[in-house]
């Protein structure tokens, strides 16, 4: 199969690899219906993150299930499935407490924008949904796999509660659905931290009910002034960088 692989600062490959097999009784491989590029692909390409191996590209996935190891119980041939970028088995403490990411059994998913994918600890890591969805379902499913859940993260570890303000740093996929996530747990000001005009037009479609476009001093002396002094309630860092 021809999948992406990424040598080094700007360059990657489309290149022939061997399809994924079934390596552990935990496994599934799945056929790849969507899959898309990652902010945080861009800190290896860019040059920042070494990239120490050629590494196999995409860890956002979505697609029908192929084929199940003999210990995998819930997740069947055929199911549309969406998937995590960190495998994990679900039923460890970690999980229970809802960092599976921290999953005591984690293993990272790549290689995702390939036709094929290994999708290891497949019970815990797939979520199917009830029934083949259309096409046009596709990016937004996609975007459950990691943005979502990422955004939707920041949200809880930040502990959004109804009536909090919030303020959103970062207006990537991340930023936009953490504000969207931040709305649904009920905030009731929700202040983006934005540059780009589409993007602060989608951030107050999702519910931020202020734009900030100051950076750094003057953008947290803009957000005191928002708050009558107070500051926000809460913060999602959304961007991944230390940078206010
Ligand atoms: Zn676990």
């Known amino acids: 199969m021809q999948a992406t692989v990424l040598y080094g600062p700007r360059d990657i490959r489309f290149e022939d690899r061997d399809a994924p097999t079934i390596m552990k009784p935990t496994d599934a491989v799945i056929r790849i219906?969507?899959?898309?590029?990652?902010?945080?692909?861009?800190?290896?390409?860019?040059?920042?993150?070494?990239?120490?191996?050629?590494?196999?590209?995409?860890h956002e996935y979505c697609g029908i299930v192929e084929e199940v190891g003999s210990a995998v119980k819930s997740i069947k041939p055929g199911q549309f499935v969406i998937g995590s970028f960190f495998a994990s088995d679900n039923t460890c403490p970690h999980c229970h407490h809802g960092y599976q990411t921290s999953c005591q059994h984690k293993e990272f998913v790549g290689g995702a924008q390939a036709p094929l994918l290994r999708v290891p600890l497949a019970d815990g890591t797939l979520v199917p949904?009830?029934?083949?969805?259309?096409?046009?379902?596709?990016?937004?499913?996609?975007?459950?796999?990691?943005?979502?859940?990422?955004?939707?993260?920041?949200?809880?570890?930040?502990?959004?509660?109804?009536?909090?303000?919030?303020?959103?740093?970062?207006?990537?996929?991340?930023?936009?659905?953490?504000?969207?996530?931040?709305?649904?747990?009920?905030?009731?000001?929700?202040?983006?931290?934005?540059?780009?005009?589409?993007?602060?037009?989608?951030?107050?479609?999702?519910?931020?009910?202020?734009?900030?476009?100051?950076?750094?001093?003057?953008?947290?002396?803009?957000?005191?002034?928002?708050?009558?002094?107070?500051?926000?309630?809460?913060?999602?860092?959304?961007?991944?960088?230390?940078?206010?």
């Not at 898309?36 to 590209?57: E, F, H, K, Q």
């Not at 996609?142 to 959103?168: E, I, Q, R, Y």
């Open 33 to 58: 219906a969507a899959t898309c590029v990652c902010g945080s692909d861009l800190w290896p390409y860019r040059g920042i993150n070494a990239v120490t191996a050629p590494t196999p590209m995409g």
């Open 129 to 244: 949904t009830p029934d083949v969805p259309p096409d046009d379902m596709l990016p937004s499913l996609l975007a459950t796999s990691d943005v979502l859940g990422t955004g939707w993260f920041a949200a809880d570890a930040a502990k959004v509660k109804p009536g909090m303000t919030v303020a959103v740093v970062g207006d990537g996929a991340v930023g936009l659905l953490g504000i969207l996530s931040a709305k649904q747990m009920g905030a009731d000001r929700i202040i983006a931290i934005s540059r780009h005009e589409k993007r602060q037009k989608l951030a107050l479609e999702f519910g931020a009910s202020d734009v900030v476009t100051e950076r750094g001093d003057e953008g947290v002396a803009r957000i005191k002034d928002l708050t009558n002094g107070v500051g926000a309630d809460a913060v999602l860092e959304c961007v991944g960088t230390q940078d206010r």
